[in-house]
């Protein structure tokens, strides 16, 4: 897995702190002993992505276990909003390792650079998507299959 280092803003959104660049998600993985949560998204026309933001990431409890246990990534393919080529090529390229063939979809990885090549390798801990849930139980059900998945880590 190799991607082109370049310097992606943070974001705070709604009280969580959201990486563009997966080098800077990487360093803050490493100083915090936390894997990374990469949502992958279509922030200006995925109907799914939204829904989930709403059911799931702006509730206080998903807050609080994102700050605890993980390191946030977003990996935005919009259609309508202006990317810069390196972050087009980042995301693409994330995309492809995970295979995400739809919206939403988070992966939860650790990272590890290679000391000998400089390389990055990648090791999946799990993969979610909308919580299969009753309506208005997606956070809890999200954060049970979270969980299930940390236990891995």
């Known amino acids: 897995m190799m991607v082109c280092s370049t310097a992606f ?4 959104k709604k009280g969580l702190t959201w990486y563009t660049d997966v080098y800077k998600a990487h360093e803050a993985s490493l100083k915090a002993k936390k894997p990374i949560f990469a949502f992958f998204t279509g922030s ?7 829904k989930l933001e709403a059911a799931v990431f702006d ?4 807050k609080a276990w994102a700050k605890k246990n993980v390191i946030l990534l977003e990996l935005d393919f919009p259609r309508n909003k202006e990317q810069s080529d390196k972050l087009k090529q980042q ?3 994330l995309q492809q390792f995970f295979k995400v063939e739809g ?3 988070i992966w939860i990885f650790n990272m590890a650079k290679d000391a000998k090549t400089g390389k990055y390798n990648i090791s999946a801990l799990g993969q979610l998507g909308y919580p299969n849930s009753q309506p208005g139980k997606e956070e809890a059900t999200f954060l049970d299959n979270v969980n299930q998945i940390m236990k891995n880590k």
């Open 59 to 62: 509730k206080p409890n998903f």
């Open 103 to 105: 919206y939403p979809t």
């Open 44 to 50: 200006d026309w995925c109907g799914w992505c939204h």
């Open 91 to 93: 995301n693409g390229e």
């Open 9 to 12: 803003a943070q974001e705070v």
